[in-house]
């Protein structure tokens, strides 16, 4: 019973941590800046193709996976500048731009490294509970969106760099005018979210088959958890996740992975269709009710 | 009625523009009588796409709401079209009936679907989501019917692999029926693109195109004014959707195939792409520029082999970032910039930007 | 003296040689259209099929051509995308004009192809190995079919690893109807799946189905998932340390997945394949060294490239026996039952009934450190199931795909 118990705890878990980690990047380009990023998947496979790259250069995974995260964001600092930065005002055509983008990149990477990149393999062994075993590597990747959601509350409503970035976000002009580098803020920010879809590919490189258009398999999920958490990207993201994870587990433990998928997108129809603002919007009127 | 032909909503109202519109024409229907019966057929292929394009730039250009469903009822109408075409047969004109029902049963399900999502005053990009999975959730469901029991009679889904055995549309004619494709195709394409250009452009001058321009530019305010924007909105995505279904008709009927990929990302990505691409907001700029892009990204593709979806990137990208608003108004914007600086340069700038305000 | 005997003999012979080498490149070429995806999502499978391709039409050329011809290859790339394999179809038909047609990975690219081409009097090769069944007299297919893949494959693993199955599938046409294949032929071997699961496509976590599997503790996994994303199961399944022996009609040959992961993850795994990489005869040494004079940088040679490559010779031997390029007199050719060619597996022939290929199958296995080793030759496989129930294309053509659960009649 007990691991019939943790088994489903852990399988929540893990469809909690993809959410959550192929999520976040996109919840701070999209969800706070509102840059509707379709190159999204290819800030995580860049993450974790650089990942795995220094990892065959022999670089312990940990710090391979932080340059995996860091290529990433200078790679969405490159991006913001050279494209994005002109389309804020209109956000419909960030969706095509991205998506010019996020095709020449997939292709471009065909071209370039070729059509698949050997693996490197999971680290981190597996333990026993009951009849199961579990792979020790997914725990840590739940740990791992936990410590995602932590930092991302922490830099935004703790640091100076995180009241600027909201303040910018909120008002630019105002921003401007109060003496703060929009512009700066603006591509930092954008660099954070990339750096953020960069860690997770950086994260899952060691468990999945890495190919060029990798970054497909998180596009979905990835911008329904941050539609459903709704435009206050704190206060909606996590319990987004929760939601659909939930939902989610449930289906795909009942009636198998179909049940799951299709069972996620129309519980996302009837969420957004209840929740007109997303969760975070239903957070802030019950908060101000209290 | 035919007075509101010409209006604001709808770009190309002067004298210039009908002489080239009916040249357009002319040359449209002599194309096959000198062309490669290839590029004939091929041209009707890409002509079919175009209603998809309108209906959604009535819904997202006109009306401002963003639909990532056109595939959703694209499937709908080209399954619809095989279930019922394969149950009826080819006989008497019956594919037509079957071409008809299938367009039906789209606006049925968009009215539903439209009630479910408007009436819950989803908008923005909730909508774009709200669509975005119900059109995933359909590709999905249809890539796991490659059992038997997914069959309507003889009609088989046949999951992943498609859905195959529709007739072409068929006329009765005497002596033996005429199955519609190629040369016939394209003229039948023509025409029906001709009657709807032109249904579109009244819907859109008359006072009811008013009030989806005015929700487009300030639903609040358009709301205070008295009007229910919801039924506006519903009616046009009704229309949009409708159009969506008809290409999915058209689409089914060309190639007697359809597969559960038209329905997926990333084909459900392609007329927000096409769209924006020519210019949303207009409905002509809509129709050329989707035929353009359609045509550049097959000869892209058969010319340069790996390059092929860079160079598409790339093009894409640079139409965004040079030409906001939209390829076709671009160009529209250069031509007639040209011929006027020739006559009265002085007033160019002037003109231009009052018609940017 | 002996230079002016010696000269005109020269001269001579380099003239009898032009002049016999002179009709051959006045002929038109044979137009042989080859739609491969390079672009996309399945461009992994694509490149190596546009090489064999290219390598089988360079070396007929070299050799004098198809009855004195050249061949001139016409490829497009439809990415992936269904829409596409029907326009590019139609273009190399009407606008090419091309005697064949050969390509197209998917079945789903292969049904929107077939439409097109029964319309036309032009004979269509598809080189995939597939779910079988596809009874029209335009095509012919040259993959192995499940009859030669899992009729070997299934009563080995019966008696070698035991009675209980749990079958991970691809949740469409191919994981559904190759389960069924695998049920079918578990019973006749006396054991049973005792737990299936299908895997929409595009999936790429799979730590639930790791438990179920747990749970439902079989002798043996039959893996029939399919593309990328759905291969991060053996990395995964690993991590968990959950090793079950494994069998596969669709691994190691195809996607050649023993190079990509990190090893162990498909140790032990058993699959029956007429064509991977690591095969040793000495004609397969010679392929491989001409492929990979001219690709140094493929990464593996697998089954479709392979297959791709073995079709032009097919196409040459029909032609070259038919003395035409039609549809007609080549299946005329079939019909006889001696449509057979010499490949780098041994010798092939066409079945006449249903128009696919006799294969030889091999059974291999993937040892710890990703090595392969062949453990079983099976001999040539007949592609018997089609003309068992019925399917007889020198009798009537449906253009039909059948299943054991969608019957002729």
Redesign the interface.
């Known amino acids: 019973m007990a691991a019939e118990i943790f088994s489903v705890l852990y399988q929540f878990a893990d469809v909690f941590a993809f959410l959550i980690l192929a999520a976040a990047g996109l919840a701070i380009i999209f969800g706070m800046m509102g840059v509707i990023n379709m190159a999204h998947g290819e800030f995580i496979m860049c993450g974790a193709y650089v990942t795995t790259a220094l990892v065959h250069q022999g670089m312990p995974l940990i710090l391979a996976q932080a340059g995996g995260a860091l290529a990433a964001g200078v790679a969405g600092i490159v991006l913001e500048i050279t494209v994005v930065r002109s389309l804020y005002a209109r956000p419909l055509d960030s969706l095509l731009a991205t998506w010019a983008v996020s095709l020449i990149v997939t292709q471009g990477m065909l071209v370039l490294v070729g059509s698949s990149f050997a693996g490197g393999g999971t680290p981190e062994g597996s333990f026993q509970v009951g009849i199961y075993t579990f792979s020790t590597y997914r725990v840590i990747l739940f740990l791992a969106a936990l410590g995602v959601l932590a930092f991302i509350y922490v830099l935004f409503m703790k640091t100076r760099f995180g009241v600027h970035a909201r303040a910018t976000m909120q008002n630019a002009s105002m921003a401007r005018a109060l003496g703060m580098r929009t512009n700066l803020v603006y591509a930092l920010t954008f660099g954070l979210g990339a750096a953020l879809a960069g860690l997770c590919g950086a994260l899952y490189a060691p468990t999945m088959t890495l190919i060029p258009t990798m970054g497909a398999t998180f596009i979905v999920e990835s911008f329904v958890t941050v539609v459903v958490g709704g435009t206050n990207v704190l206060l909606g993201t996590a319990p987004a996740g929760l939601a659909l994870a939930v939902v989610r587990t449930a289906l795909i433990g009942w009636h198998g992975q179909i049940a799951g998928q299709i069972g996620m997108l129309l519980a996302v129809m009837v969420m957004i269709r209840i929740l007109p603002n997303g969760f975070s919007g239903w957070l802030g009127k019950w908060a101000r009710n209290m | 009625m035919l007075s509101y032909i010409n209006g604001p909503q709808t770009l190309g109202t002067g004298r210039g523009f009908w002489i080239s519109f009916a040249v357009f024409c002319l040359v449209a229907i002599a194309y096959p009588f000198f062309a ?4 004939v ?2 041209f009707a ?1 890409f002509l079919l796409w175009i209603f998809m394009a309108m209906g959604l730039s009535i819904m997202w250009g006109y009306t401002g709401m ?1 639909s990532f469903g056109q595939t959703f009822f694209f499937g709908i109408g080209g399954y619809g079209y095989g279930v019922l075409s394969i149950l009826m047969g080819a006989e008497y004109g019956l594919t037509f009936l079957a071409l008809l029902l299938a367009v039906g049963t789209a606006a049925v399900a968009a009215l539903v679907f439209g009630y ?2 408007i009436y ?4 923005g ?2 909508f774009g ?2 669509t ?3 059109t ?2 359909l590709a ?2 249809l ?2 019917t ?3 029991e997914w069959a309507i009679g003889k009609a ?1 889904l ?5 859905m ?1 055995g529709m007739p072409p549309l068929t006329i009765p004619w005497f002596g033996g029926d005429v199955e519609i494709l190629d040369t016939t195709l394209y003229y039948f394409v023509i025409g029906l693109l001709f009657v709807i250009y032109f249904a579109v452009r009244i819907l859109l001058n008359s006072p009811f195109g008013y009030v989806l321009v005015a929700i487009r530019e300030d639903p609040e305010r358009s709301e205070l004014l008295g009007y229910d924007i919801r039924k506006y909105q519903i009616i046009a995505f009704i229309v949009g959707s409708a159009l969506a279904a008809l290409s999915g008709v058209l ?1 089914t009927a060309w ?3 359809i ?1 559960p ?2 329905v997926g ?1 990333p084909a459900a ?1 392609m007329p ?2 096409w769209v ?2 020519s210019g949303r907001r207009d409905i002509t700029a809509t129709t050329l520029g989707t035929f353009v892009l359609l045509l550049a990204f ?1 000869t892209i ?2 010319y340069s ?6 160079l ?6 640079a ?3 040079f030409v ?1 608003e939209g390829f076709v108004l671009g160009l529209a914007r250069a031509a007639r910039w040209a011929t006027l600086r020739r006559r009265r340069a002085p007033i160019v700038e002037a003109e231009m930007r009052s018609e940017e305000a | 003296m002996r230079i002016n005997g010696v000269l005109p003999g020269v001269i001579s012979a380099l003239a009898l040689g032009m002049a016999m080498a002179m009709p051959a490149h006045a002929q038109e070429p044979i137009k042989v259209g080859l739609l491969e995806d390079v672009s996309g999502d399945l461009a992994l499978m694509g490149m190596p099929k546009l090489h064999g391709a290219e390598l089988a039409v360079e070396e007929i050329n070299n050799s004098g051509g198809i009855m004195g011809r050249q061949i001139e290859l016409i490829h497009l790339d439809p990415q992936g995308d269904n829409a596409r394999y029907q326009e590019f179809a139609r273009r190399l038909l009407s606008r090419d004009k091309v005697d064949v047609l050969i390509g197209g990975i998917t079945s789903a690219s292969r049904e929107a192809v077939r439409p097109i081409i029964d319309r036309t009097d032009t004979l269509y090769i598809y080189t995939n190995q597939y779910e079988g069944g596809v009874c029209d007299a335009s095509m012919i297919s040259n993959g192995a079919v499940p009859e030669q893949q899992l009729s070997t494959l299934v009563p080995y693993m019966v008696e070698h690893f035991g009675k209980k199955v749990y079958v991970v599938a691809a949740d469409y046409n191919f994981g559904h109807l190759t389960t069924e294949w695998t049920e079918k032929l578990l019973a006749d071997a006396g054991g049973e799946v005792i737990g299936k699961e299908f895997i929409p496509l595009g999936v790429s976590q799979f730590a639930q189905t790791i438990q179920n599997i747990q749970k439902a503790d079989p002798d043996w996994l039959m893996m029939l998932n399919v593309g990328a994303a759905q291969d991060s199961f053996f990395e995964q399944a690993m991590a968990a340390d959950v090793h079950y022996p494994m069998a596969s009609p669709i691994k190691v040959m195809l996607g050649f997945e023993h190079k990509r992961f990190a090893p162990p993850a498909l140790s032990g795994l058993k699959a029956v394949a007429n064509w991977y990489e690591e095969l040793d005869t000495p004609e397969a040494e010679d392929f491989k060294k001409r492929w990979h004079a001219k690709y140094p940088d493929e990464p593996y040679i697998n089954d479709m490239g392979y297959n791709a490559y073995v079709a032009l010779y097919q196409y040459k031997m029909l032609v070259e026996k038919a003395q035409s390029t039609e549809l007609e007199p080549i299946r005329e050719v079939i019909a006889t039952g001696e449509a057979c060619v010499d490949s780098p597996e041994g010798e092939i022939c066409i079945d006449p009934k249903s128009q696919h290929t006799s294969h030889r199958m091999r059974l291999v296995s993937v040892k710890d450190d990703h090595t392969v080793e062949t453990l079983h030759d099976f001999g040539v496989i007949e592609p018997y199931w089609l003309g068992e129930i019925g399917c007889d294309l020198t009798k009537e053509n449906p253009q039909t795909q059948y299943s054991p659960d969608n019957l002729p009649g």
Do not use: E, K
């Open positions: 490669d019966p290839y590029d057929g091929n292929y963003l479910f999502m819950g005053r989803v908008t990009v909730f989501i709200m975005l999975s119900m995933l959730a999905y469901f890539g796991q490659a059992g038997p088989r046949n999951g992943f692999n498609g195959l689409y190639g007697q195939f597969t990929s038209s990302l990505a927000i792409v924006a691409f097959q593709t058969i082999q790996q390059w092929a979806l860079i598409m990137g790339a093009l894409l990208l139409t965004v970032l906001p």
